[in-house]
């Protein structure tokens, strides 16, 4: 690590950040193995864009992405593994049912409060769903239903999902199950 700057005011462009660069780095510039950016903006081949800048300062200065967007691209591409899409689905179709049926999801909550009262260091972590697009959210989607697996598994066999299961249509009767 060598230096945080601060811009202020200044306008956010590659040049910006590029002087800043060279200004930070001085003689070791022309020693720089590579450069990477911590942002999207920045990553931006743009000629605006940090990658743009230097590229035409020093064209033959390895630029890399973000290294954490990087690893969520290489994280989405696991998502693809057929064993995790299959964990993922069965986990967001549980978040998505108690969050669909509001008495179903009252009575999650009711549970969950009750449960916090005989144990006060049980987790109050609500129920999170995520889009199928952010993968890393997945495992934020996980450990709540990991962490509130007691409160969904008393949640069968309450009279409130017992009265949902005999009231629903026909076809959704069948993920009551």
Same mark, same amino acid.
């Given at each position: 690590?060598?230096?945080? %700057? ?15 660069? $060279? ?13 990477? %950016? ?49 964990? $993922? ?7 998505? @049912? ?31 769903? @995520? ?11 996980? $450990? ?34």
């Amino acid at each position: 690590y060598l230096k945080t %700057a601060w811009f202020g005011a200044r306008r956010h462009t590659g040049a910006v950040y590029g002087d800043e660069l $060279v200004s930070a780095l001085g003689d070791d510039m022309e020693d720089t193995i590579a450069v990477t %950016a911590d942002n999207t903006g920045s990553m931006s081949s743009m000629p605006r864009g940090l990658f743009g800048w230097l590229s035409r300062k020093f064209p033959k200065l390895p630029l890399l992405g973000c290294c954490v967007h990087m690893l969520g691209l290489l994280v989405e591409d696991m998502a693809k593994l057929l064993f995790i899409v299959s964990i $993922v689905d069965k986990v967001k179709f549980m978040v998505v @049912f108690v969050l669909r049926y509001s008495l179903i999801h009252e009575t999650f909550l009711e549970l969950q409060l009750a449960r916090k009262a005989a144990n006060p260091s049980a987790s109050m972590l609500q129920l999170k769903t @995520f889009p199928d697009t952010r993968f890393a959210y997945a495992v934020l989607m996980i $450990v709540s239903v990991l962490l509130n697996w007691s409160v969904l598994s008393e949640l069968v066999d309450t009279a409130d999902f017992k009265l949902c299961k005999r009231n629903v249509k026909p076809t959704q009767r069948r993920d009551f199950d």
